[in-house]
């Protein structure tokens, strides 16, 4: 049966709670502390955790934070990349094609920092990670230093590398 059966990886709830948990720590790390929202979802898409801080409002954030990791799991790469692909440059035709695909996948994409991919040492996507709630570089900042808590733990990775954050204390 080689070569028949596909198995995958995915994070664990532990993992997932784990990674929403030092998110939200890491809010502390900013200048500016604004109550955040964040999403984890393991390697199919599904919701694992998502958390609301106190104090941050219920309904966009918690949307925003879950498109953001659902853009990661269905393009397998940071919501980043995907705004950079499509938005820089000022292409009619690239934000034509991004706008048409945001349309298309009913408001599970969007161009806008803040989410990360998450991967296992050989690459392969095992979840995605989505913040809300503080400007992209920031919200991208503490996705990525969610899954930094595990990093060595669990020799996790996340596309992209490094975060953006100029903010930090």
């Avoid at 997932?16 to 502390?33: E, G, P």
């Avoid at 934070?65 to 393009?75: D, F, G, N, P, W």
């Avoid at 994409?109 to 709630?133: C, R, T, Y």
Wanted: proline share 3%; with cysteine; glycine share 10%.
């Amino acid at each position: 049966m080689s070569g028949i059966l596909r198995t995958s990886a995915s994070l664990s709830l532990n993992a997932a709670d784990t990674i929403a948990n030092a998110s939200i720590k890491a809010v502390s790390n900013l200048k500016t502390h604004k109550p955040m929202a964040v999403t984890v979802l393991d390697a199919a898409g599904g919701v694992l955790v998502q958390k609301r801080m106190d104090g941050c409002p219920d309904g966009a954030y918690i949307k925003f934070s879950y498109a953001k990791a659902r853009t990661c799991i269905h393009l397998q790469t940071s919501s980043r990349v995907f705004r950079e692909k499509y938005t820089s440059g000022g292409e009619a035709p690239k934000f034509t094609q991004a706008a048409s695909m945001v349309s298309i996948m009913e408001g599970e994409l969007v161009p806008v920092a803040g989410g990360v991919l998450v991967v296992a040492e050989d690459g392969s996507a095992v979840g995605s990670v989505g913040v809300s709630g503080a400007a992209a570089d920031e919200d991208e900042y503490l996705a990525w230093a969610g899954v930094q808590a595990l990093k060595e733990e669990g020799g996790l990775g996340t596309v992209p590398e490094n975060h953006c954050c100029t903010t930090l204390k």
